[in-house]
């Protein structure tokens, strides 16, 4: 027998031996011999046994292989005299107890279908589970929640065995079950039962189908040309999706023969056709819920996940696994899915965190070329050990560290930690990488329950820890998500003797990198009173934490939010010595790489402490209506970040998403009520902002309220944009924010330079018609726009985006390198027939200029919208694309996550004379352009006339 399987055979009769009833699970992954196993375990003590199976197919694999005892006669594990055993198979409910007593007393094992155990009456179910000595379960992964507890429930006081290939359903969720012997992939691979497994993302918004099936034919067409005798599997959700599939299949690769192999296909011609996989005379197959478990053929080492929402864990195994031998000669597999979020694939994450081997089965080949992935994997190779455990892409440590001084002498001692932890210690080998100089373990400790005094049990905690040490710029860092303590310990032990914590006041210095940074947590120590040593301020409180009370109070720990690099960012600061971020790394190099910055920053004796302290934006409840006017209208970040087609507004029978709706201003007044509309493509609302001196502002509607749909049903659209919160700016760069606190910074007003202001040629054009429309009016300042900012570089894509919830009146975008380069546009009619100098003109292109702050930050949102918004207008025959094609567009949606994006904001206004213009309309562009470049690092271009 094979090591898997006497390995889980003999983790069968220890638990058999203490003569215990609680479930058990064996986990052996694909092609190591699960069914040889289970036989085994019968065989050793040959009692009356059901097994619970998922599927037809497989019922009648398993009874033949009970029939025959497989290969355990053959291989000498049962020899001399013996009876195979006799097998009933249960292919539909029993009616009443006698008849299954009757069957029973003739059987020694029993085979069936969850399905057809849970269709008998409740009398046959019990009588039929009474006769049994044990229970087997074969693929218990597929066995849902429900069916299992029913099942496992007749069962209750007799053994019972879960065979699977993995210990979590497709669901993600636990089986249920205590593990008793789990073979690890990694040494099925290095033992030649499963082949490496190549992992590609197939992003395209466009056509997600044809892009996954392509791929994986061309895969196919590469494996054959090179000898290889493959085949590829399609997966589909359900039979209407597998017909869309093998059609597509049958379009693009018609001289292979696909087939389609499921439930809504006849059992004959579902034999026939796998007969014809065996043949070879079919290359491709598309089925639901592959091919049925236990369907043996190598062969198949190519699968195209066409929908991928289940684990993956079952079918990359299918496909990888060697069944026979000599199968090795199959070489490598493939796995094609597709990747319809810009980012990670969060179903590689699931997958490392099921399993810490598939860090070394997969080969993730989406970015391989790619230059930070490049770094990850060499980042990642350096570690020359690693812990068997936990695997290392399953790790997002928090942005968070406490920060050491190393000394002259400082040394690199990384094993010092097995001395420091010893038994603490999970993982018991390091992950060290000497090149990189960082070492991280996970430790597990114990600590007593606080209810009560036990000495048999305790509560167990498992803590990470990582610690880097940047000996060039003198510091070691350390990340643990046990903040009891600074870790004095593990930086004398990996550092050596004389590492000294950076604490103190110094520490808040790394808030002077945060523009625009507002304090939302202060923490103050009272050096005088003992009643109330600690406090605690947030939210409108923090003005007055800040102002202190009577110089008595120190300032312990301070958080942030506000903007640096081009993005949000948020920073704490402990006198202790802790920095922190609510971020989340994807990987340890993110948080390496996050941390070297830190060391430098909060020991930088050129930042004084004063200018960080006065550099702060305070808070301040809006009682009344802000003295200015307001610019631009938005949804406060937490809804942009989630916007979704299922939360959508409703009026008069006519719904739109909410990425669909534009908020506009509808006064350019410093006082007066503020107001505003809320626009879509056929009705627009209006609303009321009501301000209080007790409570936060209310939303309320002018004339009719809209609604909210959501899944949960509908609401007030004016109760749910005061629940939520808008953000306006105004002029003179204040804030009102979602909360309902008003941001003024005190410094002085930036003008923009005249010298700045491009000047267009706008003969010929209309300087008070703004959009070209449909027709694409060539008297129109966006159609003259795109005639000469199109002309200026080899724009991939040039769109007129114009419209109700439009990104902006026009985009344009090309890839240049690693460079994704975006230029926004915004253009806005003048209210005169003469340019001149009239603040008015600028007011709403400015506003829509800043509500672009954003763009940088979500270029999955900002390429997603842009494809979404034109894919939908060539449904209804229409097209905004001006250079370029849908195709081309959904290339650079494609590629976004691996370019860095370089965005340009241009406010177009023809009747801004650059000649005459005021004091006050360069101070609103400059504030405009300061916006810009403080929050996201963006470029604004303004374009008037002479």
Same mark, same amino acid.
């Given at each position: 027998?094979?090591?898997?399987?006497?390995?889980?055979?003999?983790?069968?009769?220890?638990?058999?031996?203490?003569?215990?009833?609680?479930?058990?699970?064996?986990?052996?992954?694909?092609?190591?011999?699960?069914?040889?196993?289970?036989?085994?375990?019968?065989?050793?003590?040959?009692?009356?046994?059901?097994?619970?199976?998922?599927?037809?197919?497989?019922?009648?694999?398993?009874?033949?292989?009970?029939?025959?005892?497989?290969?355990?006669?053959?291989?000498?594990?049962?020899?001399?005299?013996?009876?195979?055993?006799?097998?009933?198979?249960?292919?539909?409910?029993?009616?009443?107890?006698?008849?299954?007593?009757?069957?029973?007393?003739?059987?020694?094992?029993?085979?069936?279908?969850?399905?057809?155990?849970?269709?008998?009456?409740?009398?046959?179910?019990?009588?039929?589970?009474?006769?049994?000595?044990?229970?087997?379960?074969?693929?218990?992964?597929?066995?849902?929640?429900?069916?299992?507890?029913?099942?496992?429930?007749?069962?209750?006081?007799?053994?019972?065995?879960?065979?699977?290939?993995?210990?979590?359903?497709?669901?993600?969720?636990?089986?249920?079950?205590?593990?008793?012997?789990?073979?690890?992939?990694?040494?099925?691979?290095?033992?030649?039962?499963?082949?490496?497994?190549?992992?590609?993302?197939?992003?395209?918004?466009?056509?997600?189908?044809?892009?996954?099936?392509?791929?994986?034919?061309?895969?196919?067409?590469?494996?054959?040309?090179?000898?290889?005798?493959?085949?590829?599997?399609?997966?589909?959700?359900?039979?209407?999706?597998?017909?869309?599939?093998?059609?597509?299949?049958?379009?693009?690769?018609?001289?292979?023969?696909?087939?389609?192999?499921?439930?809504?296909?006849?059992?004959?011609?579902?034999?026939?056709?796998?007969?014809?996989?065996?043949?070879?005379?079919?290359?491709?197959?598309?089925?639901?819920?592959?091919?049925?478990?236990?369907?043996?053929?190598?062969?198949?080492?190519?699968?195209?996940?066409?929908?991928?929402?289940?684990?993956?864990?079952?079918?990359?195994?299918?496909?990888?696994?060697?069944?026979?031998?000599?199968?090795?000669?199959?070489?490598?597999?493939?796995?094609?899915?597709?990747?319809?979020?810009?980012?990670?694939?969060?179903?590689?994450?699931?997958?490392?965190?099921?399993?810490?081997?598939?860090?070394?089965?997969?080969?993730?080949?989406?970015?391989?070329?790619?230059?930070?992935?490049?770094?990850?994997?060499?980042?990642?190779?350096?570690?020359?050990?690693?812990?068997?455990?936990?695997?290392?892409?399953?790790?997002?440590?928090?942005?968070?560290?406490?920060?050491?001084?190393?000394?002259?002498?400082?040394?690199?001692?990384?094993?010092?930690?097995?001395?420091?932890?010893?038994?603490?210690?999970?993982?018991?080998?390091?992950?060290?990488?000497?090149?990189?100089?960082?070492?991280?373990?996970?430790?597990?400790?114990?600590?007593?329950?606080?209810?009560?005094?036990?000495?048999?049990?305790?509560?167990?905690?498992?803590?990470?820890?990582?610690?880097?040490?940047?000996?060039?710029?003198?510091?070691?860092?350390?990340?643990?998500?046990?903040?009891?303590?600074?870790?004095?310990?593990?930086?004398?032990?990996?550092?050596?003797?004389?590492?000294?914590?950076?604490?103190?006041?110094?520490?808040?210095?790394?808030?002077?990198?945060?523009?625009?940074?507002?304090?939302?947590?202060?923490?103050?120590?009272?050096?005088?009173?003992?009643?109330?040593?600690?406090?605690?301020?947030?939210?409108?409180?923090?003005?007055?934490?800040?102002?202190?009370?009577?110089?008595?109070?120190?300032?312990?720990?301070?958080?942030?939010?506000?903007?640096?690099?081009?993005?949000?960012?948020?920073?704490?600061?402990?006198?202790?010595?802790?920095?922190?971020?609510?971020?989340?790394?994807?990987?340890?190099?993110?948080?390496?790489?996050?941390?070297?910055?830190?060391?430098?920053?909060?020991?930088?004796?050129?930042?004084?402490?004063?200018?960080?302290?006065?550099?702060? %934006?305070?808070?301040?409840?809006?009682?009344?209506?802000?003295?200015?006017?307001?610019?631009?209208?938005?949804?406060?970040?937490?809804?942009?970040?989630?916007?979704?087609?299922?939360?959508?507004?409703?009026?008069?029978?006519?719904?739109?998403? %909410?990425?669909?709706?534009?908020?506009?201003?509808?006064?350019?007044?410093?006082?007066?009520?503020?107001?505003?509309?809320?626009?879509?493509?056929?009705?627009?609302?209006?609303?009321?902002?009501?301000?209080?001196?007790?409570?936060?502002?209310?939303?309320?509607?002018?004339?009719?309220?809209?609604?909210?749909?959501?899944?949960?049903?509908?609401?007030?659209?004016?109760?749910?944009?005061?629940?939520?919160?808008?953000?306006?700016?105004?002029?003179?760069?204040?804030? %009102?924010?979602?909360?309902?606190?008003?941001?003024?910074?005190?410094?002085?007003?930036?003008?923009?330079?005249?010298?700045?202001?491009?000047?267009?040629?706008?003969?010929?054009?209309?300087?008070?018609?703004?959009?070209?429309?449909?027709?694409?009016?060539?008297?129109?300042?966006?159609?003259?726009?795109?005639?000469?900012?199109?002309?200026?570089?080899?724009?991939?894509?040039?769109?007129?985006?114009?419209?109700?919830?439009?990104?902006?009146?026009?985009?344009?975008?090309?890839?240049?390198?690693?460079?994704?380069?975006? %230029?926004?546009?915004?253009?806005?009619?003048?209210?005169?027939?003469?340019?001149?100098?009239?603040?008015?003109?600028?007011?709403?292109?400015?506003?829509?200029?800043?509500?672009?702050?954003?763009?940088?930050?979500?270029?999955?949102?900002?390429?997603?919208?842009?494809?979404?918004?034109?894919?939908?207008?060539?449904?209804?025959?229409?097209?905004?694309?001006?250079?370029?094609?849908?195709?081309?567009?959904?290339?650079?949606?494609?590629?976004?996550?691996?370019?860095?994006?370089?965005?340009?904001?241009?406010?177009?206004?023809?009747?801004?004379?650059?000649?005459?213009?005021?004091?006050?309309?360069?101070?609103?562009?400059?504030?405009?352009?300061?916006?810009?470049?403080?929050?996201?690092?963006?470029?604004?271009?303004?374009?008037?006339?002479?």
């Amino acid at each position: 027998m094979r090591a898997p399987q006497t390995g889980a055979l003999h983790a069968v009769l220890a638990h058999r031996s203490t003569e215990e009833s609680d479930p058990i699970v064996v986990v052996m992954p694909t092609g190591t011999g699960k069914t040889e196993t289970m036989l085994s375990a019968f065989c050793h003590t040959p009692v009356r046994t059901m097994v619970i199976v998922p599927s037809d197919t497989l019922r009648t694999q398993i009874a033949g292989k009970f029939v025959t005892l497989g290969i355990l006669p053959r291989i000498g594990a049962v020899s001399g005299d013996f009876r195979c055993p006799a097998v009933l198979v249960l292919k539909h409910g029993l009616e009443t107890a006698e008849q299954a007593e009757d069957l029973t007393a003739r059987a020694n094992v029993i085979v069936a279908t969850a399905q057809v155990l849970n269709s008998c009456t409740p009398e046959a179910r019990a009588s039929l589970a009474a006769s049994c000595e044990r229970l087997f379960v074969d693929e218990a992964h597929h066995m849902a929640a429900r069916t299992w507890r029913s099942v496992a429930a007749l069962f209750s006081d007799r053994e019972v065995v879960l065979f699977t290939a993995t210990p979590f359903r497709e669901d993600g969720r636990h089986i249920g079950g205590r593990v008793v012997y789990a073979y690890p992939l990694r040494l099925a691979q290095k033992h030649g039962y499963f082949a490496r497994i190549n992992y590609h993302s197939i992003t395209d918004l466009a056509d997600p189908d044809r892009a996954v099936a392509a791929a994986a034919i061309e895969q196919l067409r590469s494996d054959l040309a090179a000898g290889r005798n493959h085949l590829l599997m399609a997966r589909a959700s359900s039979v209407a999706r597998a017909k869309q599939v093998v059609a597509l299949y049958e379009e693009l690769a018609p001289d292979l023969s696909p087939i389609r192999i499921d439930t809504g296909v006849a059992g004959s011609v579902r034999l026939k056709r796998r007969g014809q996989l065996v043949a070879g005379t079919s290359r491709i197959v598309v089925c639901v819920n592959m091919l049925g478990e236990g369907f043996d053929l190598p062969e198949l080492k190519i699968a195209a996940i066409h929908d991928p929402q289940k684990s993956l864990a079952v079918t990359l195994q299918f496909v990888g696994r060697f069944t026979r031998s000599g199968d090795e000669s199959l070489g490598e597999a493939s796995a094609f899915v597709p990747l319809q979020v810009i980012g990670v694939d969060e179903r590689l994450r699931k997958l490392y965190g099921e399993d810490a081997d598939w860090n070394s089965v997969l080969c993730d080949l989406t970015e391989r070329h790619v230059g930070g992935a490049r770094e990850r994997t060499d980042f990642e190779r350096a570690f020359g050990s690693l812990p068997r455990e936990v695997a290392i892409r399953s790790i997002h440590p928090k942005m968070s560290a406490v920060t050491y001084r190393l000394p002259a002498s400082a040394s690199w001692t990384p094993e010092n930690i097995y001395d420091l932890f010893e038994d603490r210690l999970l993982t018991t080998r390091l992950g060290i990488n000497h090149k990189d100089k960082v070492v991280w373990w996970v430790s597990r400790e114990a600590t007593s329950v606080r209810w009560g005094e036990f000495a048999s049990f305790n509560e167990l905690v498992h803590h990470l820890h990582i610690v880097h040490v940047d000996d060039r710029a003198g510091f070691l860092y350390i990340n643990s998500t046990n903040n009891a303590s600074m870790h004095e310990d593990i930086a004398c032990a990996v550092g050596g003797e004389g590492t000294v914590l950076v604490q103190g006041e110094t520490v808040y210095r790394i808030l002077a990198k945060v523009n625009r940074r507002v304090p939302t947590n202060v923490g103050l120590l009272d050096s005088v009173s003992r009643n109330r040593r600690f406090s605690m301020y947030v939210g409108q409180d923090v003005l007055h934490a800040w102002r202190g009370e009577g110089g008595t109070k120190m300032k312990t720990n301070i958080f942030a939010y506000g903007f640096a690099d081009g993005r949000a960012l948020s920073f704490g600061a402990s006198r202790k010595g802790r920095v922190w971020s609510h971020d989340q790394a994807i990987d340890i190099l993110e948080w390496v790489n996050w941390v070297r910055q830190v060391g430098p920053a909060i020991t930088d004796e050129s930042v004084s402490l004063d200018s960080v302290m006065s550099g702060f %934006l305070l808070p301040e409840p809006a009682t009344e209506r802000p003295a200015h006017v307001p610019l631009a209208i938005e949804w406060p970040f937490e809804l942009v970040a989630t916007f979704s087609e299922r939360r959508k507004v409703s009026y008069g029978g006519h719904e739109f998403a %909410l990425f669909e709706t534009e908020l506009r201003p509808t006064t350019q007044s410093a006082d007066g009520p503020l107001t505003f509309e809320l626009v879509t493509p056929s009705w627009s609302l209006e609303f009321e902002f009501k301000f209080s001196p007790d409570e936060t502002p209310t939303i309320l509607p002018l004339l009719d309220d809209g609604e909210l749909v959501t899944s949960f049903g509908r609401e007030s659209l004016a109760a749910f944009l005061t629940a939520n919160g808008l953000l306006v700016t105004f002029d003179d760069e204040v804030v %009102l924010g979602a909360k309902g606190y008003l941001l003024r910074p005190n410094r002085e007003k930036r003008l923009f330079p005249s010298e700045s202001i491009e000047v267009f040629d706008w003969s010929g054009t209309n300087i008070q018609k703004e959009s070209q429309k449909v027709e694409r009016d060539p008297t129109s300042i966006q159609y003259r726009a795109i005639e000469a900012l199109s002309a200026e570089a080899d724009w991939e894509i040039v769109l007129d985006d114009d419209g109700s919830g439009e990104l902006a009146d026009i985009a344009l975008l090309r890839r240049v390198d690693d460079v994704l380069e975006v %230029l926004l546009v915004h253009c806005k009619f003048s209210s005169k027939p003469i340019p001149g100098a009239r603040i008015g003109d600028l007011y709403e292109v400015c506003g829509q200029a800043i509500k672009m702050n954003r763009a940088k930050s979500m270029p999955d949102l900002l390429a997603k919208r842009l494809f979404r918004r034109e894919r939908d207008r060539q449904i209804t025959g229409k097209t905004g694309i001006i250079v370029g094609d849908l195709d081309t567009l959904a290339a650079i949606v494609g590629q976004a996550k691996y370019l860095t994006l370089r965005v340009t904001i241009a406010v177009v206004q023809p009747g801004m004379s650059v000649s005459v213009v005021s004091e006050d309309m360069r101070a609103l562009l400059g504030a405009t352009d300061r916006f810009l470049a403080e929050t996201y690092g963006m470029k604004l271009r303004v374009i008037g006339n002479r």
